[in-house]
């Protein structure tokens, strides 16, 4: 079986310069995925190691240079979701760690829990090691004082091994100005984030949206029945209720390695590797 990765980094309004980072932030990511595949590694890890690298890149609004709540904090969401056994871990608004996703993979693995929130995420997250760290950059207080809005969204990745494992993961510093408490769609399994044996999305756009119609859950359920994931994408953000100027975006994987990239308004950056190929594609879309 071939595996594939994909990753997005968020849609909304990017601008030339952000465009060609971005683009260069999810090649990076696509290429740290490709070699834990190559190595035989899982989805689970693949997608992990795609999140941290969008994560770690203070262009995207996940991890470090996450958009700030009205308070001025960072208040973080992130789930990991592996589709053979509906296995699924996420945390929402914890502060001061690095790399959201990690910690949420470890609630999956080490809780018999799916969701962990605020505080107690983050004290979770320091009795199982992860140091404290402020994902605050100077750009997100510029943002924050302006009230100027991220170029992008939430970031995600999907996933499938050599083994026809399928997974997904998805990061996300949330809307900015946000109340503090606000979680999104990102956290939670159906909405934001999904896997199951047949496909493996994410999705990035107006949280509450996507909580609503929950966008991936949908998305995977298509496929199920027999679409592919790129009509199964198309068909399931077609049937949104945008508002004037707003955007949302999806990308998901099948056990065949078909890739769906689908985007309604703004652009998203994303790329994508399937075993057998030549090359990385980055793409904005």
């Given at each position: ?22 683009l260069r932030g999810v090649r990076a990511a696509v290429e740290a995925a490709r070699r834990v595949l190559a190595g035989g590694g899982s989805a689970l890890d693949a997608v992990c190691a795609a999140v941290v690298v969008l994560e770690d890149d203070p262009l ?226």
């Amino acid at each position: 079986m071939r595996y594939a990765i994909a990753v997005h980094g968020g849609c909304g309004r990017w601008d030339g310069r952000d465009t060609r980072a971005a683009l260069r932030g999810v090649r990076a990511a696509v290429e740290a995925a490709r070699r834990v595949l190559a190595g035989g590694g899982s989805a689970l890890d693949a997608v992990c190691a795609a999140v941290v690298v969008l994560e770690d890149d203070p262009l995207f609004n996940a991890g470090t240079g996450s958009t700030l709540n009205r308070d001025g904090d960072a208040e973080m969401d992130a789930s990991v979701m592996v589709g053979d056994e509906l296995r699924c871990g996420g945390v929402a608004a914890i502060r001061r760690v690095r790399n959201p996703v990690l910690v949420a993979r470890r609630v999956m693995e080490e809780t018999p829990h799916v969701l962990l929130a605020g505080r107690g995420a983050t004290a979770f997250a320091r009795r199982q090691g992860f140091r404290d760290y402020d994902p605050i950059t100077r750009e997100s207080r510029v943002r924050f004082r302006s009230a100027a809005k991220a170029a992008g969204g939430t970031v995600g990745a999907v996933a499938l091994d050599a083994e026809g494992r399928l997974a997904a993961a998805t990061s996300t510093g949330g809307t900015g100005l946000k109340l503090p408490g606000r979680v999104g769609d990102s956290p939670v399994p159906g909405a934001g984030n999904y896997a199951t044996r047949s496909a493996a999305a994410s999705a990035t756009g107006r949280g509450e949206l996507i909580l609503r119609h929950a966008v991936t859950k949908s998305l995977c359920d298509r496929v199920a029945a027999g679409r592919s994931a790129g009509r199964a994408a198309r068909e399931t953000l077609q049937r949104l209720p945008l508002e004037r100027g707003e955007s949302v975006g999806a990308i998901a994987l099948d056990r065949r390695a078909g890739i769906g990239v689908v985007l309604r308004g703004g652009s998203m950056p994303h790329a994508w590797f399937v075993a057998g190929g030549r090359r990385v594609i980055a793409r904005m879309r």
